[in-house]
């Protein structure tokens, strides 16, 4: 069964650094590209960043710059470094593949 994990989340002030990570199992990990989605109180989920089986990255222009996506295959994981961290990044940050994870909770404020 393919399962998705993330962790990390938690509260920071603006301007402040957090990293997300986001374990897989049940799948062929290297096979597959993976995302980062979010979702903030009353919107709709938005993509955040993906990477490619072959490391290619791309990001949502409004994060291009402050976060970085990167996987290590080794580990099944995937992983979101964000820094300079804004209000409103406040979300959900959910990982996608194949399937979706449970989110973890992103929140910036002072």
């Known amino acids: 069964q393919e399962q998705l994990v993330e962790s990390g989340g938690g509260l920071v002030q603006p301007g402040g650094s957090l990293r997300l990570t986001c374990v897989a199992s049940?799948?062929?990990?290297?096979?597959?590209?993976m995302d980062w989605y979010r979702q903030a109180p009353g919107k709709q989920r938005e993509w955040v960043a993906t990477i490619s089986r072959r490391n290619r990255t791309n990001y949502l222009e409004s994060v291009e710059g402050r976060f970085t996506i990167s996987r290590d295959n080794a580990k099944n994981t995937v992983y979101l470094q964000m820094s300079r961290l804004k209000p409103e990044d406040t979300a959900v940050y959910y990982c996608?593949?194949?399937?979706w994870g449970q989110g973890t909770q992103v929140t910036v404020s002072s």
């Open positions: 996608h593949c194949t399937t």
């Open positions: 049940g799948m062929i990990f290297s096979m597959h590209a």
